[in-house]
């Protein structure tokens, strides 16, 4: 029961803190703005995907330590990566 209470405060407040920012148009675009820096963080813009650097693990220049461990993985024998990285490729080449 209480729970309820909580939830519908913080939501009543999250919904009056929105209204409160998007109520002037520079605070409009600077939150705006700030969504979009936030959110390219998160992408990959112009940088290799995940399933590319699985793919060749030691041609990449993505050097953060999944990438070393995958590449180190690769050389002892593993092909994992390398194979779903060239059935996904494959796959793709046929839509």
């Known amino acids: 029961m209480k729970k309820r209470y909580i939830v519908s405060a913080l939501g009543a407040a999250g919904i009056g803190t929105a209204g409160f920012l998007l109520k002037d148009k520079d605070k409009r675009e600077k939150l705006m ?21 699985a793919g060749i ?17 690769v050389s002892e024998g593993s092909q994992f990566g390398v194979q779903y990285y060239n059935e996904a490729k494959e796959e793709e080449q046929q839509k």
């Open 33 to 53: 703005e700030k969504a979009k820096s936030v959110s390219g963080m998160f992408k990959n813009e112009g940088k290799d995907s995940a399933l590319d650097d």
């Open 57 to 73: 693990p030691d041609q990449t220049d993505n050097q953060d330590l999944a990438q070393f461990e995958n590449a180190k993985m």
